[in-house]
């Protein structure tokens, strides 16, 4: 198994962190990505990368933070990009929930940083909340130059995964699928979703898989439980979890190029 998004940079794990990624090896982890989602984060996300074996980390901006985007910052996540550990231009999209930056310093953002993964032939790693529209627009002239792209935790829609797809995206499912308020759309649609375009995450120490028993003391999440969102993804989908593992990771080693 390996977990394409893990936030390892947050302060929820400052105290214990060389024992959460111990705890996720031991539970049968190949690897793990840590996601970049500032300028600081992205540079802390490549130093963990490096002191951790088999650790990947991405380098961009997330919408929620686009309004800090400025000429430097380019400079600075290609300056990343050329580091061995980093192997994705992101977290980068859009965001038009919660609007933390506006919606113009968002698309701003996110074509920046399209054109750089572009530029250096990277692939992307994507966030969209209730931007679909407007995310593929902005997206589709790219694809073509793009080495590829995945739409990290995806929430949407059956039609918004098969549009995705159809451009050639790979969707990433996280504990959201185990919600049973939240959830049930997602779980839905988890058999239509095609096998060599599925990445497993668990965006820790975020979404913690409400379905677990026993229930973990603390509400963080982390990477450790990606081997119960893999066995409930592939019940819902009637898979074999090892078949489902072994395809994921062979998708992973896909799209970033890495091996592990």
Not at 105 to 110: K, P, T, V, Y
Not at 183 to 192: I, K, M, N
Not at 195 to 223: C, F, G, H, Q, V
Request: net charge negative.
């Amino acid at each position: 198994m390996f977990d394409i998004g893990v936030n390892l940079t947050s302060s929820q794990f400052t105290k214990d962190r060389d024992d959460v990624v111990a705890r996720a090896f031991a539970t049968g982890l190949n690897g793990m990505l840590i996601t970049g989602t500032n300028l600081h984060e992205s540079q802390q996300a490549q130093i963990l990368a490096r002191q951790y074996p088999r650790c990947w980390s991405t380098a961009g901006v997330h919408p929620h933070d686009s309004s800090q985007w400025q000429p430097s910052t380019e400079e600075t996540i290609v300056a990343l990009a050329g580091q061995p550990e980093v192997v994705a231009i992101g977290e980068c999209g859009l965001d038009f929930n919660r609007n933390f930056s506006t919606p113009l310093e968002q698309e701003w953002a996110f074509e920046a940083q399209l054109r750089i993964a572009a530029e250096l032939q990277m692939p992307v790693f994507m966030h969209c909340r209730d931007a679909h529209e407007r995310f593929l627009t902005l997206l589709e002239p790219w694809l073509e130059k793009l080495p590829g792209a995945v739409l990290h935790c995806f929430t949407g829609s059956r039609e918004e995964m098969q549009a995705c797809v159809a451009r050639g995206l790979s969707i990433g499912i996280t504990g959201w699928v185990c919600d049973e308020r939240r959830g049930l759309e997602l779980r839905e649609l988890l058999p239509f979703i095609p096998a060599e375009k599925l990445l497993i995450e668990t965006d820790a120490p975020y979404l913690l898989p409400r379905d677990m028993s026993p229930k973990p003391a603390s509400r963080r999440n982390e990477p450790a439980y990606l081997a119960h969102i893999l066995e409930r993804i592939a019940h819902w989908r009637g898979e074999d979890p090892q078949w489902l593992a072994a395809t994921t990771d062979a998708n992973v080693r896909k799209l970033f190029g890495i091996t592990f």
